[in-house]
């Protein structure tokens, strides 16, 4: 790799971890292309020499979080797993409990990566949707185990739909509406939501089509 290469690799990885500081802090509300240019100490329009435009910034920020939530994840299903190896159920209550609490301590980059859109007519690259995907192994291997007659599609569907379960629980508890579940609940909530789901499924293979 040529210096200049190496250079521009090491400022680009400047830009995406400034920008990921701002968030953190700040929320995507305090995201300035200025502000993170006079940061990593290049001109304005040189930011767009080491991205595409902010679309692209935003995203990579999402992919560092997404590699941190995958992390997350696969510790608590690996802890969970080798504490009980049969109990699936236990297992996905660990990754639904691991989500949350990813969630509490990361708030503003969290919402980032549901509340961020793109400019009108963008598309999201294919290597951003590949890894938004590869996070559902962690609950496809547990729920593979809970449903063996299951084929894959079902179990897909059925892990964005326990998924979209547990994320519109946290999200709403972390938010505190008038409706959320209160914040010293809501760990509780989450397992019992997932385990009855979990007994509900074993129990009736009618659900599963």
């Known amino acids: 790799m040529t210096t200049t290469a190496a250079r521009r690799d090491r400022q680009r990885e400047q830009l995406i971890e400034a920008a990921e500081r701002t968030i953190a802090e700040r929320g995507l509300a305090g995201l300035k292309a200025r502000e993170l240019a006079g940061e990593i100490g290049c ?19 999402g992919s560092r979080t997404l590699a941190r939530l995958d992390e997350a994840l696969g510790h608590a ?11 699936a159920a236990g297992r996905l209550v660990a990754i639904a409990l691991a989500y949350s609490a990813f969630a509490r301590e990361n708030p503003r980059l969290w919402r980032t990566l549901f509340e961020y859109r793109m400019a009108e007519g ?5 290597w951003a949707v590949a890894e938004q995907m590869q ?23 059925l892990g964005r739909t326990l998924f979209s379960a547990v994320h519109g629980v946290v999200a709403i508890g972390l938010e505190e509406k008038l409706v959320a579940v209160p914040r010293r609940e809501l760990d509780h909530q989450i397992e019992t939501l997932v385990r009855l789901v979990c007994a509900g499924l074993a129990a009736d293979t009618r659900l599963i089509r």
Request: charged fraction near 20%.
């Open 122 to 126: 963008a598309e999201v690259p294919d």
């Open 135 to 157: 996070l559902f192994r962690h609950i496809m291997a547990p729920l593979g185990a809970l449903l063996p007659e299951a084929g894959e599609p079902q179990r897909l569907l």
């Open 43 to 61: 001109a304005l329009g040189a930011i767009y020499n080491l991205v595409r435009d902010m679309d692209e910034l935003v995203l990579r920020v």
């Open 77 to 87: 299903s690996q802890g969970a797993l080798a504490a009980a190896p049969e109990d």
